[in-house]
């Protein structure tokens, strides 16, 4: 990418010297970011893989998985605190992504069964 003037754009930027610490902090905050990413494309191509896919969900998930990107090309190196904020936030959302697929596969598998109450009931029957 290049300025108006036709300049790379890096060729603009200032000099910055980077500790060992800061440049794995800020590397840990871009691997949150696209693990949140990551975490959202699993739910929706296991959502579309269905044979009923909830069309809302895939759009709600798509929507969301638009804002990591943007807030990572944020990120500034130079400030730790939004590094730090910025890596447990998008961890979290990873975590909660990934943990909200498995609950929601979990309901949908309890529910093709007659849900919790109709295994009961099988297994009720089967003594």
């Known amino acids: 990418m290049s300025s108006r003037s036709g300049a790379p754009l890096t060729h603009q930027l200032e000099p910055y010297d980077w500790s060992n610490e800061e440049t794995a902090a800020y590397e840990a905050a871009i691997e949150a970011v696209n693990g949140a990413v990551s975490a959202y494309s699993a739910l929706i191509a296991a959502e579309e893989g269905k044979a009923e896919p909830d069309q809302g969900l895939i759009e709600r998930a798509h929507a969301a998985r638009s804002q990591p ?19 447990r936030h998008y961890a979290q959302v990873a975590r909660d992504v990934r943990g909200g697929m498995a609950l929601h596969f ?11 109450a109709g295994r009961e009931r099988r297994a009720d029957a089967g003594r």
């Open 69 to 87: 990107p943007r807030d990572r090309e944020g990120l500034r190196s130079g400030d730790r605190e939004q590094i730090a904020a910025a890596r």
């Open 106 to 116: 979990q309901l949908r598998a309890a529910a093709s069964q007659g849900g919790v």
